[in-house]
């Protein structure tokens, strides 16, 4: 009896290890196996890249496309999605999409993320001073983790901070990282769109000097965005600007607080660190243990194999950023550590540019938080923590602490 050979690749992504870790198969394939395929929950297949070297020169490599609009285009997950439209920034690339990020760029550039900081500072310090009412003890997702990014882009965008309870679920679907039902993603699609749409209209009523308002100027300007691109940034900034970075601070204070509270210690006693200690904990624990998925348009050579043209190819960031070869001594924390170029968000053309803003939001998370509570200890045992069902992103969902 035949068997189909997709059915025998192995199913991906992996579980995780301990605590959220990457999952013990990038290890092994790492050593055994670095070009490898295997199947996607969609059913697709494609090639996992886990080695440092493999994914640095495949996020290098614009012949490795972003682009999944063409029919039969691979799919990490099944049903309908943005990545099915070609205006999602995404999907373009060469000079579309190096135009759309000359005009997005000029907006979130360092200078501009300072003027910033003192509105992220006072949402972090807002969420203290309702935990220190409240009283010991805490969750610091609910009460921290999970509020203070969607409360800073509420802020940044212009956006009424009432609104954010419906972010959550339009942030997941318009990443594809939840497994639901294809009506479902596109009734999340439609209602995200819809919510934006009137956004828009409202703000180009009433402009003021948000973000969102920057962002409009860019469409009705000289140098455009076409209406579709504005709608899209909107939405991948809300999507961004809440989901990501509260999963990143939630799996971040796990690693901190396990252990006794060693390394929260640490920070506590020299907050001078926290720059390099939100470097190590974005390689050491980023957000989930996925990566990317590419598409080749041409036959690319790559230092572990070959990627024909039309083959799938799947780049597991976090298991590179735990790659031996690269990192010394990976699975330890160190805020020392003199590393290679940061993974985390990403490489070559489509590296994140909201990077510096994700930086600055993580940076004023920590420092609030070992200013104002230093003494902060986890009041279950770091093997209780409890992670998401059903997405790749897999965020920590409760994490009580006491103070």
């Known amino acids: 009896m035949m068997t189909d050979?997709?059915?025998?690749l192995?199913?991906?992504?992996?579980?995780?290890?301990?605590?959220?870790?990457?999952?013990?198969?990038?290890?092994?394939?790492?050593?055994?196996?670095?070009?490898g395929e295997v199947r996607l929950p969609s059913g697709d297949r494609g090639i996992l890249l886990v080695r440092y070297?493999?994914?640095?020169?495949?996020?290098?490599?614009?012949?490795?496309?972003h682009n999944l609009t063409a029919p039969g285009s691979p799919r990490i997950v099944k049903g309908p999605s943005a990545l099915d439209d070609p205006e999602l920034l995404l999907?373009?690339?060469?000079?579309?999409?190096?135009?759309?990020?000359?005009?997005?760029?000029?907006?979130?550039?360092?200078?501009?993320?300072?003027?910033?900081?003192?509105?992220?500072?006072?949402?972090?310090?807002e969420l203290l001073d309702g935990i220190e009412q409240a009283g010991s003890p805490t969750d610091l997702v609910a009460d921290y983790a999970f509020p203070l990014p969607i409360r800073i882009i509420c802020r940044l965008l212009g956006i009424p901070e009432e609104d954010s309870s419906r972010f959550r679920d339009w942030s997941m679907t318009l990443a594809?990282?939840?497994?639901?039902?294809?009506?479902?993603?596109?009734?999340?699609?439609?209602?995200?769109?819809?919510?934006?749409?009137?956004l828009v209209v409202?703000?180009?009523?009433?402009?003021?000097?948000f973000l969102i308002d920057n962002l409009i100027a860019a469409r009705d300007g000289e140098d455009k965005l076409t209406e579709r691109e504005l709608e899209y940034m909107i939405m991948t900034l809300i999507a961004a600007g809440n989901e990501t970075t509260s999963n990143i601070i939630g799996r971040s204070l796990l690693v901190l607080l396990r252990d006794d509270g060693k390394l929260w210690k640490q920070l506590s006693d020299t907050p001078g660190l926290i720059p390099a200690a939100v470097d190590e904990l974005l390689r050491f624990n980023p957000l989930g243990n996925g990566g990317t998925l590419r598409v080749a348009t041409d036959?690319?050579?790559?230092?572990?194999?070959?990627?024909?043209?039309?083959q799938a190819v799947f780049i597991a960031g976090s298991s590179a950023m735990r790659d031996e070869t690269a990192y010394p001594d990976p699975d330890s924390i160190r805020f020392d550590r003199d590393p290679p170029p940061l993974l985390a968000f990403g490489a070559g053309p489509h590296y994140c540019v909201g990077a510096h803003l994700a930086k600055a939001e993580l940076r004023i998370a920590f420092e609030e938080l070992v200013t104002r509570l230093p003494g902060l200890r986890l009041a279950i045992e770091p093997h209780e923590a409890?992670?998401?069902?059903?997405?790749?992103?897999?965020?920590?969902?409760?994490?009580?602490?006491s103070f």
Not at 299 to 310: C, D, H, I
């Open 5 to 8: 050979a997709v059915d025998e």
């Open 10 to 35: 192995p199913s991906f992504p992996f579980p995780d290890g301990p605590l959220g870790s990457p999952p013990p198969q990038y290890a092994e394939r790492r050593a055994s196996c670095p070009f």
């Open 176 to 198: 594809s990282a939840v497994r639901i039902e294809p009506a479902e993603r596109a009734e999340h699609l439609r209602t995200f769109w819809a919510y934006v749409r009137d």
């Open 91 to 125: 999907n373009k690339e060469g000079a579309e999409h190096l135009r759309i990020r000359r005009i997005i760029a000029s907006t979130f550039t360092p200078r501009q993320v300072e003027t910033w900081k003192p509105a992220i500072r006072a949402v972090a310090r």
């Open 299 to 310: 036959r690319v050579e790559l230092p572990s194999g070959t990627v024909e043209r039309g």
């Open 202 to 209: 409202q703000r180009r009523a009433e402009p003021s000097t």
């Open 53 to 65: 070297r493999d994914v640095t020169a495949a996020l290098a490599d614009p012949r490795l496309s």
């Open 386 to 401: 409890r992670f998401t069902e059903g997405d790749i992103m897999r965020s920590v969902v409760s994490l009580p602490a």
